[in-house]
């Protein structure tokens, strides 16, 4: 009945067990007078699904064990150095920006920038991006979030300078960058976890391998048997 329990789907494992106990109950009745028809021999179909059963289950269970094995304070913080001790995060930028339509649009707003507007207010009144009535403000982003002219643009500026046009889909675009920061590494708190299942993978490959080179493996060349041979479910019955 536990087995049967543990292999409900999750909604119906939450039930209390009086609300459980009596369908589980029935259901091994009625799989028990169902396999009582089958008789004390197994079908040959029966057998190599057992036999399956029984190594994805052993083998699930080594996992489990290998999983358990405690692992160090000291090799979850070399792991991290490991990956972020030397690591170029990356740049984020902090910009702003005008949308229009046309170039000569664009060019009239630089020409009124240089000339001392504000380009705040100028974002107001002329973007016809969603970021128009915030002043154009885009916030802080990373590579990859913008469309690739307009980061391209972004990447050859220097803070506090004014675009040229940029032609993107959207249209012409006048673009501030406001500031850059470097990519903080994330503290070790943050991806411990992930480091520790990394690190548990890692023990499980290693210990695959090293039963793999221990071990005698027969394997039945592919033109012997074809590929074809995983579909052929008749040969269960066989």
Do not use: C
Not at 41 to 53: A, F, G, H, K, V
Not at 59 to 84: K, N, T
Not at 112 to 129: C, H, M, N, P, R
């Amino acid at each position: 009945m536990i087995l049967v329990r543990e292999g409900l789907p999750e909604q119906y494992r939450n039930l209390p067990n009086e609300q459980l106990f009596d369908g589980i109950l029935e259901q091994l009745i009625q799989q028990t007078l169902l396999a009582d028809l089958i008789g004390e021999t197994d079908s040959r179909e029966i057998r190599l699904t057992l036999e399956n059963d029984r190594r994805l289950m052993k083998a699930s269970q080594a996992v489990e064990e290998l999983s358990a094995q405690a692992i160090g304070e000291d090799e979850i913080a070399a792991s991290y150095d490991a990956r972020y001790a030397d690591a170029d995060m990356g740049m984020e930028y902090d910009a702003s920006h005008i949308l229009v339509e046309t170039e000569e649009a664009a060019v009239n707003l630089i020409d009124k920038l240089q000339a001392g507007a504000d380009f705040v207010e100028l974002a107001k009144e002329f973007s016809t991006g969603p970021s128009g009535p915030g002043g154009g403000a885009l916030g802080w982003f990373g590579l990859g979030m913008m469309v690739p002219p307009f980061e391209a643009a972004i990447v050859a500026m220097e803070k506090g300078a004014i675009s040229s046009p940029v032609k993107t889909d959207f249209g012409w675009h006048v673009i501030k960058l406001n500031d850059t920061r470097a990519i903080s590494a994330p503290a070790l708190g943050e991806v411990r976890s992930e480091i520790i299942a990394e690190l548990q993978r890692t023990a499980i490959e290693g210990q695959i391998e090293e039963l793999r080179q221990q071990a005698t493996i027969n394997r039945t060349p592919v033109d012997d048997i074809g590929v074809a041979v995983i579909s052929q479910s008749e040969l269960m019955s066989e």
